[in-house]
């Protein structure tokens, strides 16, 4: 689910925020209303969000998971992604674009590698905001069936006490996916906030 979620933001995410560098009507206002959107808690979009799945049956559904957190990875991915295509320049797809590239070539051949650092920042951060995502899955479902592991975890708070052994053992597993994660895109993440920072 966090997968499939996260490969979603970042494909609209990068798809906005180059449209956003060199399109933006808006003179800034609609990137920072993109980035508004993240502003929001959780609470606020979940029970429109849950309303609106009781009528397509889709709670305790892996799908309403993945819908709901596009509200999350969407905007941060955009955001993040914005800073790196800004960096790109112009001329480069000016001259790809002379030598007869469309413009889906020019982004596929030449925006897209350059881009590679940002678009694994997002990646990463937008994976670690949706694993770790609490409140729309506590609303979202109430079956195991769908159950993420942030609710796993709370399950071992009981009304006897808190199991900590197994709270402490479960953390640790379900930290590894994350951690293996940044440590096999360690290079391009440092590469992406090294270009941020620059």
Do not use: C, H
């Not at 956003?20 to 808690?41: A, C, E, K, N, V």
């Amino acid at each position: 689910m966090t997968t499939v979620s996260t490969a979603l933001s970042v494909l609209v995410g990068a798809l906005a925020a180059y449209s956003l560098t060199r399109y933006d009507p808006g003179d800034g206002q609609i990137s920072f209303f993109t980035l508004s959107m993240r502003f929001l808690p959780p609470i606020a979009v979940a029970i429109p969000i849950y309303t609106m799945f009781i009528g397509l049956e889709w709670i305790n559904t892996w799908q309403a998971l993945i819908v709901a957190y596009l509200t999350i990875g969407i905007p941060i991915s955009t955001w993040i992604m914005l800073i790196f295509f800004q960096k790109i320049p112009e001329e480069l797809e000016e001259a790809s674009r002379v030598d007869g590239w469309s413009r889906m070539q020019t982004w596929r051949r030449v925006v897209l590698p350059l881009a590679t650092p940002g678009i694994s920042s997002a990646a990463i951060l937008t994976a670690i905001l949706m694993w770790n995502e609490y409140v729309l899955a506590l609303v979202l479902t109430t079956t195991k069936e769908a159950q993420t592991v942030p609710i796993y975890l709370a399950g071992f708070v009981t009304t006897r006490g808190v199991l900590w052994g197994r709270m402490g053992a479960a953390t640790i597993i379900a930290l590894t996916p994350i951690v293996v994660l940044a440590f096999i895109a360690q290079e391009r993440l440092v590469a992406g906030f090294t270009l941020e920072s620059s």
